[in-house]
Every structure is written in structure tokens, then in C-alpha cells.
């Protein structure tokens, strides 16, 4: 039994819990803190784990805009017709390593016997933190949602973003790094040090940037992960041009100073809330007050990784287990706001990026949504999709 790890109004539900050891279940944290998930139907672990993790980043031959003047001016000639920003920041290769505190929150089903055989890889995108995948509500906790079918989750916030450390946002907050400490913590979770369980099944779950990166590591870590579910993702980066010009980006440190108080002026965030929602929404099938909640809790999104973030998508001809593609159906970033024209682009991931990918493999378009998937009406009939790939691929 452990009571300890249900807190306030919760504290009755305590006795049903059947995690028998705390300390168990905490190692590879530092100052981990009970809590449950939104709706309460998971036991969850969060506090920093360090990851010891290392890759070639590109050194940028760039120091950072002195001024919004100045960071907005990278944001248009970065997106500019036959743009030659990029190609006169990118500078050679360089070896970035370090330990990092990466903020984590393990998910148990509340109630049962903790699933440890198989566990779900959460990374989120762009704007968010970890809480995409369950502070939201009840009704739409990704998290809240996988422990009710018997699921373990892990979630954690990016290198640069939430709780996890924010070191340089130039040279060190790249892709590169992110994959590799994405890897890490895969094998981490594999090996017993988080949690002192060895789980035998990853399962990959992304959403934007996250997506990316999970394709990233199915590319370079083929046996990293069991199976892989990229949620607003596709080949299709057409609109990323509109979505990160729409997002009206602003130095965090500047703009909301009271959450992001000394970051680097290399750390941006989207300005106002009818930013958020020309990114992440559609009208009308999300409820406004998850808006309100996304701009309220809305993250930052680093230069080094908009000058590195177009190296991430990648053929994964090695991989052999089964995708699901999941978007919504008015995504932007990577549908240009219609994931059905002029073709599927859910159902060409596959094709394209998968040669060898099991023939269990599947996709879904969310009606009715936008990028942020998680924040609509039709999260619960994506997660329902998700959950019957999982069950009939042997992932759980």
C-alpha cells in the first residue's frame, strides 16, 4: 500500500492504491513528489532525473538577438523566400555534453498491480510542457486516460522547457541533444534505473516537435522503441512557415517575465493568446477555456532549435515495429490546415519515412481539430484509436 503518494482531496482513494513501495518506485528521481493525474485514475511519480547525454549540435554562428527588434527580424528572415539565414548561421559540428535535469512524471493505473512490463514514451511539442498530456482536465489527460485501460505512461518536459534545465538556448537547446537525451532515458526506462523496473516495451508517443523526435530516435535507435505513435506529424511541413509566423514569437524573459524571469533572450514564446490559438486550435471544436489554459501555461521554444529542427525528419528503413499517424484534421504546421488534401497525409507517413514498419501499423485524422490535438473535443475518439493500435499490436 502506499498512501503517500495520494494527496489532498485524494487522500481518501488511498486505500486502494496498490504500489507497495514508494521508495521503489522513486529511484532515479531527485526530489520526487506524489501526485496523481487529473482525473485521478493514476499514481504518479514526478521530480528531475539526470541524464547524461551528449551529440554533435552545430555550432551557430549567432549570439542571440539583443532586442525583440532584433529577434523578430530573425524570425523574418529565417521564413523568407530563398531565406540565407540559415545557411550563414550554420557553423561546423561540435561535441555538446553534459548532465541534465530533465523534469519526468511516471504514470501507474490507480488501484491495480502498477503495469511494469510496457510503458508509454510521452514527448510533447512546441508551446507545452509534459502537462500536454494531462493537466488540461479530466476529460482530455492523455495520462488520466492510458491508466483507466491498465497503461503506464512517462512524460517529460523537454530540455529548455517546464521544470528541466535551461542552459544555453543558442548552441546547446538543439535537436541533436534532445534525441539524445530522448534515447537516454529510453534506456534508462529499459534498464531499471528509473523506477527499478525494467520495462520491455517502449512505446514511442509524440506530438509536433515530439513527433519529430520520436521519428529521429525510430531512425537512429531502431530498437529503442517497440512502436511508435506520431501525433500531429507528417511529410507535409508546407505550413510551418505560417504556423511560426502566426505565432508572433516574442523573448519569454521579456514578455512574460513574471514565469520566465532571467532566461536568455534566445528563449521566445508565442505572444498572445490569439497566437496560441492560430497555432494549436480550431474553431469550433475545441472549448475556449483549454485555450485560456494554454496560454496560461504556454512554453518556450528555443533559436537553436528553429535553426536545427528541419534536420530531424528522417527515413527509418531499420525500423521494423508498427506506426499509428494521428492529426488533426485542420493541423497547420504539417497539414497547411487540411490533413485530407490533396491526399491522406496521415496515411503517407508510412510510405514515405517507413518502408519496414509492421504491417499493423495505422493512422487516424482527429475531426473537427487542430494541431494541438490534445485540446479538442475529439482528443477522447483519438486516444480510444490510439489505445485499440496499442491492444492490437501487442504494445501493452
Not at 512546441?126 to 492510458?146: H, I, L, P, R, T
Request: hydrophobic fraction near 40%; charge should be negative.
Amino acid at each position: 500500500m502506499l498512501p503517500a503518494l495520494v494527496l489532498g482531496a485524494s487522500a481518501a482513494l488511498a486505500g486502494a492504491s496498490a504500489i507497495p513501495s514508494w521508495e521503489t518506485y522513486a529511484t532515479g528521481f531527485n526530489a520526487a513528489v506524489p501526485v496523481l493525474s487529473a482525473g485521478g485514475h493514476a499514481d504518479c511519480i514526478q521530480g528531475n532525473i539526470p541524464v547524461a547525454a551528449s551529440a554533435m549540435n552545430t555550432h551557430l554562428n549567432y549570439t542571440g538577438p539583443a532586442n525583440q527588434r532584433a529577434a523578430t527580424e530573425t524570425i523574418v528572415e529565417f521564413l523568407q523566400v530563398n531565406a540565407t539565414l540559415p545557411m550563414e548561421v550554420l557553423g561546423d559540428k561540435v561535441n555538446v555534453s553534459g548532465t541534465y535535469n530533465i523534469n519526468a512524471k511516471l504514470c501507474f493505473p490507480f488501484g491495480s498491480a502498477p503495469n511494469t512490463s510496457s510503458v508509454q514514451f510521452l514527448t510533447h511539442g512546441v508551446g507545452f510542457d509534459k502537462s500536454y498530456w494531462d493537466v488540461f482536465s479530466a476529460d482530455y489527460s492523455y495520462q488520466d486516460a492510458a491508466a483507466l485501460k491498465g497503461y503506464t505512461t512517462f512524460a517529460y518536459d523537454r530540455l529548455g522547457v517546464g521544470l528541466s534545465d535551461h542552459p544555453d538556448p543558442i548552441q546547446v537547446v538543439q535537436a541533436p541533444l534532445e534525441i539524445s537525451i530522448a534515447h537516454s532515458l529510453i534506456q534508462m526506462l529499459r534498464s531499471g534505473s528509473i523506477a527499478s523496473t525494467s520495462f520491455s516495451k517502449v512505446v514511442g508517443v509524440g506530438h509536433s516537435l515530439g513527433s519529430e523526435l520520436t521519428n529521429a530516435i525510430t531512425a537512429q535507435y531502431p530498437k529503442d522503441v517497440d512502436g511508435a505513435v506520431l501525433t500531429g506529424f507528417s511529410v507535409d511541413t508546407s505550413g510551418q512557415s505560417t504556423f511560426f509566423a502566426g505565432l508572433d514569437l516574442v523573448i519569454a524573459s521579456q514578455f512574460v517575465a513574471t514565469r520566465f524571469p532571467g532566461l536568455a533572450p534566445g528563449y521566445l514564446i508565442a505572444e498572445s493568446r490569439a497566437g496560441n490559438q492560430f497555432g494549436f486550435f480550431r474553431a469550433p471544436g475545441f472549448a475556449p477555456a483549454l485555450l485560456d489554459t494554454a496560454e496560461g501555461t504556454k512554453q518556450t521554444f528555443t533559436i537553436g532549435e528553429l535553426f536545427t529542427n528541419s534536420m530531424l525528419m528522417s527515413s527509418a528503413p531499420g525500423f521494423t515495429g508498427p506506426i499509428d499517424v494521428v492529426d488533426g484534421q485542420y493541423d497547420l504546421p504539417f497539414c497547411q490546415s487540411n490533413c485530407l488534401v490533396p491526399e491522406n497525409k496521415a496515411a503517407a507517413v508510412k510510405g514515405a519515412l517507413y518502408p519496414n514498419a509492421a504491417s499493423g501499423s495505422t493512422y487516424y485524422i482527429a475531426g473537427d481539430a487542430g494541431h494541438g490535438v490534445n485540446l479538442h473535443y475529439s482528443a477522447g475518439a483519438a486516444y480510444a484509436h490510439i489505445f485499440e493500435f496499442i491492444e492490437n499490436n501487442d504494445l501493452a
